[in-house]
């Protein structure tokens, strides 16, 4: 028997497995596992909550599915008692995290920080409960180290260790600069877990180096080594690439809860599964039992995915619109209905107009190529009818509806 387990009753020891396996659950990587059941078994031997410790770099205010990743983990840990640590970089921030990043980010001002870590604290909101969040900004102590702890700090690791982060050999071997204070990033993050003792931090696959910089500082400085959790990075509605606002393939936390739903029905099937284990708060009997029905052909895919749909718009509109929702969602796209709170244009031009330019002018489509892509692949309708001629004149009128793909509509009002 390991020596964490000495003296632990049975129902101690079944809680230990309990949390652990949530915990565990959907994470990548854990560094390591023994240790985290470790710090488990202590937490519930002495009734001492443990800290878990999420860094954030206010880079940019938008929030969505792909932040909450991390968030639905420490939700998990804040629902057993354990402190969740909030770290908002407002001393990182400005050099900017080099992570995946060719050349060096551009330094953001106090003003910039201060409203971009505003909004993150507000939408965060919808995941963790804020009044169990300890929040802290890292210039507290970070600002106050004088030269001799910055030289201190820079001689805990070697620079050939911090080369070996991908960004940095690429550009290095690709003769792009490497400024020297983006070596102190992960330095002053990880030193950010010295100062604050945290025992587990939590971080996508990206994070690895900067999560793991943490552990080793602690042991540099004499304390107790945090475990480093490093959980999956979430692909966007293209199943491809990683969830990015930049890459227009995103599901914000703040979107109407119609657009929500409809983006959720275009999620690749063979991603479902992962959605659901890594951004609902279903508890993991009912991940396992979709996962289950889906694997076995029990559940159809179409079900899983509205079923996707109206938990992730319950956790951040509520029950009812969830409910609204999706019978919006069954009424336009499995009846055929135009939905009854479209928007109104004003249209003050020509009555006439080629399809191409209508929806351009009407910024459905972003350019004439993307419009005639739309029409070829049978995406555009007026007033119910498909558009098949990219060279079709239309005579506009009030109460004309044009609809592109299958969630854009417009009504036009001739003025």
Not at 21 to 32: L, M, R, S
Not at 289 to 307: S, Y
Request: glycine share 8%.
């Amino acid at each position: 028997m390991a020596d964490w387990m000495k003296d632990l009753n049975e129902d101690q020891l079944n809680e230990v497995e309990r949390q652990f396996d949530i915990y565990a659950g959907g994470t990548q990587e854990v560094i390591p596992e023994a240790e985290l059941k470790q710090k488990i078994t202590k937490s519930i031997k002495t009734n001492t909550p443990l800290k878990i410790k999420l860094g954030l770099d206010p880079s940019a205010p938008d929030v969505h599915i792909g932040h909450t990743v991390v968030l639905n983990k420490m939700r998990q840990f804040q629902e057993n008692g354990h402190i969740v640590q909030l770290i908002i970089g407002d001393f990182t921030g400005k050099i900017g995290d080099p992570t995946g990043k060719s050349a060096a980010r551009k330094q953001l001002t106090d003003e910039e920080v201060k409203h971009n870590a505003q909004t993150y604290f507000e939408q965060f909101g919808k995941v963790l409960d804020k009044e169990k969040v300890e929040l802290f900004y890292n210039s507290k102590w970070l600002k106050n180290l004088n030269l001799e702890d910055v030289i201190h700090l820079a001689g805990s690791i070697t620079v050939a260790r911090l080369l070996e982060r991908n960004d940095f050999s690429e550009r290095l071997s690709t003769g792009k600069p490497i400024s020297l204070h983006e070596f102190f990033y992960p330095l002053m993050q990880g030193y950010d877990s010295v100062v604050l003792e945290s025992d587990v931090e939590l971080g996508g696959t990206d994070q690895h180096f900067n999560v793991l910089m943490g552990r080793g500082l602690q042991e540099h400085y004499g304390k107790e080594k945090q475990v480093a959790m490093m959980l999956p990075l979430l692909e966007g509605l293209d199943g491809k690439e990683k969830m990015s606002k930049s890459k227009h393939n995103y599901i914000g936390i703040d979107e109407e809860p119609k657009e929500m739903f409809g983006k959720t029905m275009s999620i690749p099937d063979e991603l479902m599964i992962k959605y659901f284990e890594l951004a609902t708060d279903l508890t993991l009997e009912e991940k396992n039992q979709i996962r289950e029905g889906l694997e076995a052909g029990g559940l159809h895919p179409r079900d899983a995915k509205m079923l996707l749909g109206s938990t992730l718009v319950r956790m951040f509109h509520g029950e009812e619109a969830a409910e609204k929702a999706q019978e919006q969602f069954k009424a336009i796209f499995q009846k055929g209905a135009v939905p009854d709170d479209i928007p109104v244009v004003q249209w003050k031009k020509s009555r006439t107009v080629p399809v191409i330019e209508l929806l351009v002018d009407l910024k459905m489509l972003a350019s004439k190529s993307e419009a005639r892509r739309m029409i070829a692949n049978g995406g555009v309708k007026i007033s119910g009818s498909k558009v098949e001629d990219q060279a079709l004149e239309v005579s506009l009128t009030d109460g004309l509806i044009i609809g592109v793909g299958k969630r854009k509509f417009i009504k036009i009002q001739v003025s």
